[in-house]
């Protein structure tokens, strides 16, 4: 069964990493960090937490790096930004922020992880903001329709400490379909490739933190997640819906077009 903090809301809280360099779609973010690169005038960290707020969850950790500072910034002006304002001159900390927009009702806590930090690292430094016996952990740069729900509730029934989800991506190159070492057909950049990776939405119990160590080295995809594998503590959630990650300008304007196309999964 999973328990709500209040109504409608899951009280599991997403950590979402933020630190990134983003140094394959620079040319999109030469000033910006990656999360905050605009989808349809909104970062795509928003994007992100957006959706895991459409499945309940109203409370972020949130990973910072690389110019996290602009992260910081950009939620602190968040009701500014849209907001009509009432200011007093003589008396510049009376700020009134007039009603109306969208409410989020979010609890956003912003963790300074370290500029070069890698993910494994990262997890482990925000580890003491994180409660209760298991959270979402996921990236700023990947948007999917995956149903967080569903993912959790198959992570309860297994009982180990973590879930991935593992997707089918985009086909990216076309596709050999060999027969030995004859060439029997070419399929040009099919919809989906053969193969799963890691389509980094995870549900971890908190035993997974007492894997990590202080290393700001410690990349999460190669150590932690090989050694709960070799364990036997981490299953596959297999989801075959939206996934598409953002690693390049090219997947930048790809995601721009879905969103400008107003049929945005």
Request: net charge neutral; aromatic share 8%; charged share 30%.
């Amino acid at each position: 069964m999973i328990r709500s903090s209040r109504k409608g809301f899951r009280a599991m809280q997403a950590v979402i990493l933020c630190g990134g360099q983003g140094t394959r779609i620079r040319d999109t973010s030469e000033h910006l960090p990656k999360p905050m690169v605009p989808i349809g005038g909104k970062p795509i960290l928003w994007h992100v937490m957006k959706h895991c707020a459409s499945h309940g969850i109203r409370e972020f950790v949130l990973c910072l790096g690389h110019k996290g500072h602009e992260i910081k910034r950009w939620f602190l002006d968040y009701h500014l930004r849209d907001r009509d304002l009432t200011v007093r001159l003589g008396r510049p900390e009376q700020v009134e922020i007039h009603p109306g927009g969208e409410e989020e009702d979010w609890i956003i806590t912003l963790a300074e992880t370290g500029e070069h930090t890698m993910t494994g690292g990262r997890l482990h430094r925000a580890g003491h903001h994180i409660r209760g016996e298991r959270f979402l952990f996921t990236y700023a740069d990947g948007l999917s329709d995956i149903d967080i729900g569903a993912l959790e509730a198959f992570h309860a029934r297994h009982g180990k400490l973590a879930t991935v989800t593992a997707v089918a991506p985009p086909g990216r190159y076309g596709e050999l379909e060999l027969k030995g070492d004859a060439v029997r057909a070419f399929r040009e950049k099919p919809e989906r490739a053969s193969g799963r990776i890691n389509g980094g939405f995870f549900i971890l119990d908190r035993g997974v933190l007492d894997r990590l160590d202080d290393d700001p080295a410690l990349v999460w995809e190669r150590e932690p997640l090989e050694s709960l594998a070799a364990n036997d503590q981490l299953r596959a959630y297999r989801r075959d819906g939206f996934w598409h990650a953002m690693d390049t300008t090219k997947d930048f304007l790809d995601l721009t077009r879905m969103w400008d196309s107003g049929q945005a999964p």
